[in-house]
């Protein structure tokens, strides 16, 4: 006899008894109005974390329009899986489990989801006792404990891309909440995609004018979620992905990838053998800034002299402000006529053609990276006024600048 020949309460009673070999999961079981109808839980306190989060609530809107499951990321590092059973292709009854969780939790983290919780203040200490209990599944693992719940139901087989993956994080993107993105342990990821691509589009382009948005990027994003801010092993894992985008980035800037990848291993490995935190920070800074130099080396070594490509720097250090051909002559020790000869002879480009150039890669990064306004930027970089600026962009970049920050800001919402 197949499984799926059974009633649908004796197929998760036969799939509750071998989870149960690994360890408790909670199952809870509710009817279309949010009715908890029955749970192998012995009291009630998980689900009020459950509907006080708003996830019960997002679970009845799902399963009225969606027959995937629903997977929802609570804040805390809690996860709940939904999977909806039908008659007739309408929903009956929802059948969830959890709550699990990827990661270890804090104290911190433990303590925020009681005080929001909407429960009497006695009832504090035993919330705690129970969320300290939650079973550690990673998310893979949690993915397929929901796909072999919806099979049980539902006589599907689904793959982990047919979950629908939904975080509070998330839900306050789509619906505009910056506000609730702002608060403590709210990460704004718009903000930190924006960040990274400028990061990897200086690597990339061997931009030594990188100290600024580096120091950003701390503010921005507090790198991977371990469950706790600010230890040793966030800041380690955050490093390690950091080197691995950094090597990529390079290679794209020219690098080869034997040469990128051998020095990646080597400051991952670095990062590896860390015993502080100002130790890792100290990598990733020593390694950004040697994966720079690398492209920068790569780019203009073979071709320019060593007196052209320091030429080349300084105009890149100083693009936040007004660059003469007089100020890189006197730089070089040459006299004008002579420094505008020697750099269109190697780098076949006038002075004032390659100092629009490295201006415009500038604005592109602080279009990218910041919150300034088109006139802010024109200010900034020197251009005189903001149809100069407007038009020196469009003739390099091919798009004028709103234009720009608007195209890029729609690939992140794509």
């Given at each position: 006899m197949s499984l799926l020949s059974l009633p649908v309460d004796e197929r998760l009673e036969y799939l509750q008894d071998i989870l149960s070999c690994s360890g408790t999961m909670y199952t809870w079981t509710y009817d279309t109005k949010g009715k908890l109808l029955k749970t192998n839980c012995e009291d009630l306190l998980l689900d009020k974390i459950f509907s006080s989060a708003g996830f019960k609530e997002k679970m009845l809107r799902h399963v009225e329009e969606h027959t995937e499951p629903l997977v929802q990321s609570h804040t805390a590092g809690l996860l709940w899986g939904a999977v909806s059973e039908r008659k007739d292709g309408v929903p009956?009854?929802?059948?969830?489990?959890?709550?699990?969780?990827?990661?270890?939790?804090?104290?911190d983290r433990i303590n925020k989801t009681v005080r929001n919780a909407q429960i009497p203040p006695r009832w504090r200490p035993k919330l705690i006792r129970k969320l300290q209990q939650i079973p550690l599944y990673s998310l893979s693992d949690f993915f397929r404990q929901?796909?072999?719940?919806?099979?049980?139901?539902?006589?599907?087989?689904?793959?982990?891309?047919?979950?629908a993956f939904r975080s509070e994080e998330l839900d306050n993107a789509l619906t505009g909440d910056s506000a609730k993105q702002d608060l403590p342990g709210g990460r704004d990821r718009t903000k930190t995609w924006k960040i990274e691509?400028?990061?990897?589009?200086?690597?990339?382009?061997?931009?030594?004018?990188?100290?600024?948005?580096l120091?950003?990027?701390?503010?921005?994003?507090?790198?991977?979620?371990?469950?706790?801010?600010?230890?040793?092993?966030?800041?380690?894992?955050?490093?390690?992905?950091?080197?691995?985008?950094?090597?990529?980035?390079?290679?794209?800037g020219g690098v080869l990838p034997e040469e990128a990848y051998t020095r990646g291993d080597a400051y991952i490995r670095d990062a590896m053998s860390c015993r502080t935190i100002a130790d890792l920070a100290n990598i990733g800074h020593g390694m950004y800034e040697d994966f720079i130099r690398m492209v920068r080396k790569r780019k203009y070594s073979q071709t320019y002299s060593k007196q052209i490509q320091d030429c080349c720097d300084y105009i890149q250090l100083h693009s936040d402000g007004k660059v003469s051909i007089s100020d890189v002559a006197n730089f070089a020790g040459y006299t004008d006529y002579y420094f505008s000869r020697k750099f269109k002879e190697e780098t076949g480009k006038s002075v004032q053609q390659?100092?629009?150039?490295?201006?415009?890669?500038r604005a592109k990064t602080l279009l990218l990276s910041t919150d300034l306004s088109i006139q802010e930027i024109s200010d900034r970089l020197s251009f005189g006024s903001r149809s100069h600026f407007a038009e020196s962009f469009r003739e390099i970049a091919g798009i004028p600048p709103a234009a720009y920050r608007a195209s890029e800001t729609r690939e992140d919402t794509h």
């Open positions: 009956v009854r929802i059948h969830v489990y959890g709550p699990v969780t990827p990661i270890d939790l804090s104290e929901i796909l072999i719940l919806h099979y049980c139901v539902t006589g599907e087989k689904l793959m982990t891309a047919d979950i691509q400028a990061l990897m589009n200086m690597v990339s382009q061997g931009d030594l004018n990188y100290k600024e948005i120091s950003k990027a701390g503010l921005v994003s507090k790198g991977v979620d371990m469950g706790t801010t600010g230890t040793l092993e966030q800041v380690r894992v955050t490093q390690i992905v950091f080197i691995s985008l950094c090597t990529r980035a390079a290679i794209k390659y100092i629009k150039e490295v201006k415009v890669e």
